[in-house]
């Protein structure tokens, strides 16, 4: 009897011990799952690969120089094959081709009797790979030009470049950390798969720029709750007093519908918000003659 209790809790051990071998580690698991999400949706392609961008208008409430300024936003939303060497949209198809979601996201205000024009280009990958193959931000206004621009290599390779003699032209080599720009398309491609909890980010290049904020990773938390049948994403960090909130549809395509950029400066506690006009599908890039301009009629921008 006592042999038959030892042996039956020797082939237990055993098999315990075979089985725990052979679990896939969590990090697999969830890697899987990030690419498994993406394809479940069997209207992705059919979405994303129609021929057609994405444009979406934005009423546009933004902060500079402790005041609030009202313009317009513009995000285009548009898949393409992507040359990972160079680093820039294939012309032609290839096997090495990356397909990306790319955006295009633009901001056009005036501050006084000057305007800005702002716009940030961001490449990811749709099997929605954690960080973007490449980014660029670029700033005009009367005092000058600002440019910044990230590969993604064995590091992140920043160049960046500006009027300002405090902000001057730079070069880094950055250790991969996430980025604020990369929850764009992220949330686009499957917001329930972003990481949450505590962690660094690199904030957005339009607020190290504008900001002459240090390019370097903060401290920063990330949530997703659901509100009033919308997708809340929360980025928020300490450090900077900066909270950022995308406002999505629950469900796929997962359209942004507004968002908020809250900073505190001293006791002063500043918003900006941008909120949906319109949202069309088209091929933008053949809508170039005087006639289209009605378009923009559509979009109100």
């Given amino acids: 009897m006592k042999l038959n209790i030892l042996l039956f809790f020797f082939i237990s051990i055993f098999y315990s011990c075979s089985e725990n071998n052979h679990k896939p580690t969590d990090k697999v698991v ?8 993406v394809k479940k949706h069997e209207n992705f392609n059919q979405y994303w690969y129609d021929g057609n961008a994405e444009i979406t208008s934005y009423k546009l409430s933004q902060v500079r120089y402790g005041e609030i300024h009202e313009g317009r936003a513009v995000t285009i939303f548009v898949t393409e094959d992507f040359l990972p060497e160079k680093q820039v949209k294939a012309d032609y198809q290839n096997e090495k081709n990356i397909p990306v979601l790319k955006l295009n996201s ?20 749709v099997d929605n790979d954690i960080h973007p193959l490449k980014i660029t931000f670029s700033s005009q ?8 621009q990230l590969n993604n290599r064995k590091n992140f390779e920043i160049d960046f470049y500006s009027y300002f003699e405090s902000n001057s032209d730079k070069k880094l080599s950055l250790e991969k950390n996430i980025l604020e720009n990369s929850f764009w398309n992220l949330a686009r491609i499957n917001p329930y798969q972003i990481k949450k909890g505590r962690y660094k980010i690199i904030p957005s290049f ?4 504008l900001n002459h904020k240090k390019i370097k990773p903060y401290n920063a938390e990330v949530n997703l709750l659901k509100q009033d049948n919308l997708l809340n994403l929360t980025i928020y ?10 406002n999505l549809t629950e469900d796929f395509p997962f359209t942004i519908e507004s968002w908020e950029e809250h900073i505190v400066r001293g006791e002063k506690k500043l918003v900006t918000k941008a909120e949906k006009i319109e ?7 053949n809508k170039n003659s005087n006639k289209d301009k ?8």
Avoid at 279 to 285: E, G, L, Q, S, V
Avoid at 294 to 301: G, H, S, V, Y
């Fill in 206 to 209: 339009e607020f190290l720029a």
């Fill in 237 to 246: 960090y300490p450090e900077l007093k900066r909270k950022l909130i995308l």
């Fill in 106 to 125: 633009t901001k056009k205000f005036l501050t006084g009797v000057y305007p800005y024009s702002l716009m940030t280009s961001t490449f990811s990958p």
């Fill in 294 to 301: 009605i378009i923009r009629e559509k979009l109100r921008i």
């Fill in 141 to 148: 206004e009367w005092c000058g030009n600002t440019f910044m």
């Fill in 30 to 37: 969830k890697e899987k799952s990030k690419i498994y999400e």
């Fill in 279 to 285: 949202k069309i599908k088209i091929k933008y890039w």
